[in-house]
């Protein structure tokens, strides 16, 4: 995390994603004595089209400013999809500005009215997956979906949520590659900087996929977990923004064996007590996470 700190993510952005490339993927021969995992950085200029010292420069930070065509020449060496180049092109841009005036994370009203009518799980997410608001289903889902709880710091500190997860190390991938994305620039945000900081002193495994720099989108898609009480459950992720803030759905397909459970489900949570997405008053800033 050196880079990051003294400002040079794209050095360290660059560096990480080299390092992921093996030389069959660039074409080129294994080579017999190789010290470096994935390509040499004189081997990344040469497929780029850039002399080695330029790259170099790029690489320690020296040279902040390379050109469109650069870039895209260095994301087509690094084999990086859509979100991964956008990504990289972002970190390129970034210019000094002034600091942001934070604002609350504030559940609109009519987010609350939402979460009270949908009879699936249902949540409102933060920018730092923390969750400002519940409706009883999700709290039957997972516990870990109350009010006040982080989905990260559950994912990687909560023994009960990595058995939770069917793939655990998958889902871990996948939430610190959308932090990234999440993140951008705004690097200087107290609520980044506590939860990442938090997360590489407590985790080895967070810290080995922060340092590899991914980024990807994590708004759809498919959740495989083990619930306690019902059992296997394979539901739809579904992400929708209000405002400044996300409702996050999971349903199942109809008909399905999950759509009986997940009803089985609402059956036994309507028997515990109810008001999880009430527990605060629309517009209140949540509670800062302990």
Partial sequence: MKDEESGNRLGGYLRARRELISPAQAGLPPGG???VPGLRREEVALLAGISPDYYLRLERGRDRNPSLQVLESLARVLRLDDVERTYLLGLAAVRARAPRRERPERVPARAHQLLAHLQIPAFIEGRAFDVLASNPMAVAFSP???PGQNRLRSLF???EEQAF???????????VAALRTTIGDDIDNPLFVELVGELALSSQRFRTLWARHDVRDLDGGTAAVNHPVVGELRLHRDKLPIDDVILVVYYPDKGSDSDEKLQLLAALSRTEPAGTAHDRPADVPHPKTP
């Fill in 33 to 35: 004595n190789r010290r």
């Fill in 144 to 146: 870990r979906l109350r």
């Fill in 157 to 159: 500190l909560d023994p």
């Fill in 165 to 175: 997860q069917q793939d655990w190390a998958n889902s871990a991938a996948d939430f």
